[in-house]
């Protein structure tokens, strides 16, 4: 048994906070035996749970007592924390992030009675944060590798190949038996498929603009709120007629969660939001072609966030199916805020 | 405020993922021995076990029930923690390194807790002490309630009841996971985030419908 129980008492329990607002109560103590307190502590901290390893942070610490209680004593801490701007409390399934009012016991020797509270944190008039790493969104890979001379992609796809293909002639040419065979293929295999996979990536889409001619993928605002539209536009040029099997955008918000280190590392991957928009149901495409669309975010959506092993990351992905030829593929990184309240 | 799972009289899904310290509080497992040789100096303690047995979960159980001792974690990427010495030293995964830096690091300490995934009683022999190997992984019914009742129990939000795990759940997670304990988290989270009340778990929560 605890020497001591400790309780948070909101002065608005029910009350929900935007940044700059004030949260208030009291810390109350209850005390059955004899205590040397080396500190009361209270905190407001916002912390992750869910799959992910947990990230946490501080945003106010306060020494509310050092000293000793007696036993039937019943004692009441006031707290004051002026609510920072954001991240905005969030329920989702792999990933949540909560805002809680801590207090603990600082006893020498002996165990710290503590505990928490939790507060909804929404948004305010003002911007808030999505969390310590701002670049929530997923990086670009195609639009990377599409940035690189070809010829540098392609011989960077030669080389794996060649790391394993070179040994493995070595030990044939050499031994030149069954064994030897078998091994070179298990060296050959894996290098030489993530080699040609790495120069599909990097030439896919320079492939597809050889029918295509060149894309662009524009968003009128990429750093949107919950609630807003976003207008997507798509420009093709094609210098010959050319058939396309269908073109279509997604866009999606997915949790991305990392649990455990080293061997028991693990990424978690939930679809929290996803809706697809044709933009061409298919056939021949001549000439200039030009494609507007338009997406309200719902504006109970779920705002991007991004710490440490925990991320929800917006994406718009445009897909050009090109029959019996490589597809054009983008994604698109959207950073999306939570709707004032 | 209520949180997001108030409605199941818990403040966290209890088979998210917790920091060290938190699974050092929940590790169901028997350490008074283990404590007792490891304060004796010239011992060594190897946990084995494949991963997700629990391992890790004992060793931070010991340095709970040891504060003099001093932990570290080893990985295959990295070069060990130079200042790691002490009368007790746990180490955690210590077969991530190469034998002859095992060796060394194993000669820093006065008695030894090592997790690993295979015997190393060589080394720690090698080293000069008297190894105790403990098995970590058997896992029976019994023993599968109390850890997950220690989870449940810890994500409490207030009195009352709480979900639990009847008989044929814990039975049928033996039977898909083995002695696979932290495999068994992910049916069980999936479990928790589709609760709507308080009651227990089913088989048909977990692995729907047969």
Do not use: H, M, S, V
């Given at each position: 048994m605890p020497s001591c129980e400790l309780a948070v008492i909101l002065e608005n329990p029910e009350a929900t906070f935007k940044p700059g607002d004030v949260v208030r109560g009291f810390i109350t103590v209850d005390v059955s035996d004899a205590v040397k307190c080396r500190g009361l502590h209270v905190r407001l901290l916002v912390r992750t749970h869910g799959r992910g390893n947990r990230w946490e942070r501080e945003h106010g610490a306060d020494l509310l007592f050092e000293g000793n209680w007696n036993p039937g004593e019943q004692q009441l801490y006031p707290f004051e924390f002026v609510v920072p701007p954001g991240p905005v409390s969030y329920r989702g399934n792999l990933l949540n992030v909560s805002w809680y009012v801590y207090s603990y016991v600082d006893i020498p020797w002996g165990f710290d009675p503590e505990v928490t509270e939790e507060i909804t944190v929404i948004a305010g008039d003002e911007p808030v944060e999505l969390g310590p790493v701002h670049d929530a969104a997923l990086p670009d890979f195609s639009a990377a590798m599409s940035a690189l001379p070809a010829t540098a992609v392609f011989g960077a796809g030669i080389m794996v190949m060649a790391f394993g293909l070179l040994p493995a002639l070595m030990i044939g040419v050499c031994e030149g038996d069954l064994t030897a065979g078998m091994f070179s293929a298990i060296l050959v295999v894996p290098s030489f498929g993530l080699g040609a996979y790495l120069i599909y990536r990097a030439l896919r889409n320079r492939m597809a603009e050889r029918r295509l001619g060149d894309v662009r993928f524009e968003v009128?605002?990429?750093?949107?709120?919950?609630?807003d539209t976003l207008s997507f536009s798509v420009q093709l040029s094609p210098e010959a007629p050319v058939q396309v099997t269908r073109a279509v955008l997604t866009l999606q918000a997915e949790e991305v969660v990392v649990s455990g280190s080293g061997t028991n590392k693990k990424t978690h991957r939930h679809m929290q939001f996803t809706r697809e928009l044709p933009l061409h149901e298919g056939g021949e495409l001549v000439g200039p072609v030009h494609w507007n669309t338009e997406i309200t975010i719902p504006e109970d959506a779920p705002p991007s966030f991004g710490a440490p092993c925990n991320n929800l990351s917006w994406q718009a992905e445009l897909h050009i199916d090109i029959p019996r030829w490589p597809d054009w593929m983008r994604k698109m990184a959207l950073r999306i805020h939570p709707r004032p309240s | 405020m209520a949180g997001a799972y108030a409605h199941l009289n818990?403040?966290?899904?209890?088979f998210g993922e917790l920091p060290p310290h938190v699974r050092s509080r929940l590790a169901v497992a028997n350490t008074a021995p283990l404590v007792e040789a490891l304060r004796k100096p010239g011992t060594a303690v190897q946990l084995v076990g494949r991963c997700g047995r629990g391992k890790s979960s004992h060793l931070l159980a010991l340095h709970r029930e040891l504060p003099e001792s001093h932990y570290a974690r080893l990985w295959t990427d990295q070069p060990p923690p130079s200042a790691l010495s002490g009368d007790i030293l746990l180490i955690d995964e210590a077969d991530a390194v190469w034998a002859g830096t095992r060796l060394r690091l194993l000669r820093r300490g006065r008695s030894v807790a090592v997790a690993v995934h295979r015997d190393q009683s060589w080394i720690l022999r090698l080293a000069g002490f008297r190894v105790l190997t403990v098995e970590v992984g058997s896992v029976d019914r019994e023993r599968l309630r109390a850890i997950v009742q220690r989870r449940i129990e810890f994500a409490r939000l207030g009195p009352g009841p709480l979900p639990g795990l009847d008989d044929p759940v814990l039975d049928a997670l033996l039977d898909t996971h083995g002695d696979d304990i932290r495999a068994m988290e992910t049916p069980l989270y999936a479990a928790f985030q589709t609760l709507q009340a308080v009651e227990d778990l089913t088989p048909t929560h977990l692995y729907g419908a047969p």
């Open positions: 009128d605002n990429p750093e949107a709120t919950c609630g | 818990l403040r966290i899904n209890p």
